[in-house]
């Protein structure tokens, strides 16, 4: 199978044949579909997720803190924390969702998490 090149645009959803990818703008609320999320500098983006889902989240470039704020009662991995901060270009966080926590699968860079 040949490579594809992907032209990333914030706002704007990208498809891939295995894995969505969202590359969203300041202050969006993200599509509970899993996938890809990319997040560039000081971007706070909300996520409602849904059972099963599988997220890996991406900061491409961050100067000013990217954060992630889960909604609807879910917390990251027992933390009681709700809000994800991605403070260095190339942060990387892999979850998978549970009933109301996101399991963390992989967290290389160390990220924060907090309270809302």
Not at 1 to 24: C, H, Y
Request: proline letters at 4%; aromatic letters at 8%.
């Amino acid at each position: 199978m040949g490579s594809r090149l992907l032209n990333f645009k914030p706002g704007v959803e990208q498809e891939d044949a295995r894995w969505p990818i969202q590359t969203p703008v300041d202050g969006a609320v993200l599509k509970s579909i899993g996938g890809i999320v990319m997040l560039g500098t000081g971007v706070d983006v909300t996520l409602t997720p849904k059972l099963g889902q599988t997220y890996i989240f991406h900061c491409t470039d961050s100067t000013a803190d990217a954060t992630v704020t889960l909604a609807g009662g879910f917390v990251w991995d027992t933390s009681n924390n709700d809000i994800a901060t991605f403070d260095a270009t190339g942060d990387i966080l892999m979850v998978v969702f549970g009933t109301t926590i996101a399991t963390v699968i992989a967290n290389p860079g160390a990220l924060a998490f907090s309270g809302a």
